[in-house]
């Protein structure tokens, strides 16, 4: 797959299945995030290819009305300024729907 199919794709993976976010923490600070969380765990490899990071299996959810045991998705977290300024400054081209999310955490 050529590199901008492949950065397309990750563009796609934020806009569908990703939070950018903004939050405050415990003592208070903002912080800034980007996290991937899908039960496709060969797509995020195909994004940690190419930005890196580390996946993690997610806890099981129980849906209330069955008591059925969903498959724990696959996350993939960046939280480092230096990691979510490159990512999103490699992918804002390509983002169709959270680019003006992206635009704001840039800002951040």
Request: hydrophobic share 40%.
């Amino acid at each position: 797959m050529h590199i901008k199919n492949k950065l397309a794709y990750c563009a796609g993976l934020i806009d569908g299945e990703g939070s950018l976010y903004i939050s405050k923490s415990k003592d208070k600070k903002m912080t800034a995030g980007i996290k991937l969380a899908m039960n496709d765990k060969p797509g995020l490899l195909l994004f940690q290819s190419i930005f890196g990071g580390n996946i993690v299996k997610g806890t099981c959810k129980i849906c209330r009305e069955s008591g059925e045991v969903y498959s724990p998705a696959w996350v993939l977290q960046f939280r480092a300024k230096v990691d979510i300024k490159h990512i999103l400054n490699t992918l804002i081209p390509y983002l169709q729907v959270k680019r003006k999310q992206a635009e704001i955490l840039l800002e951040f």
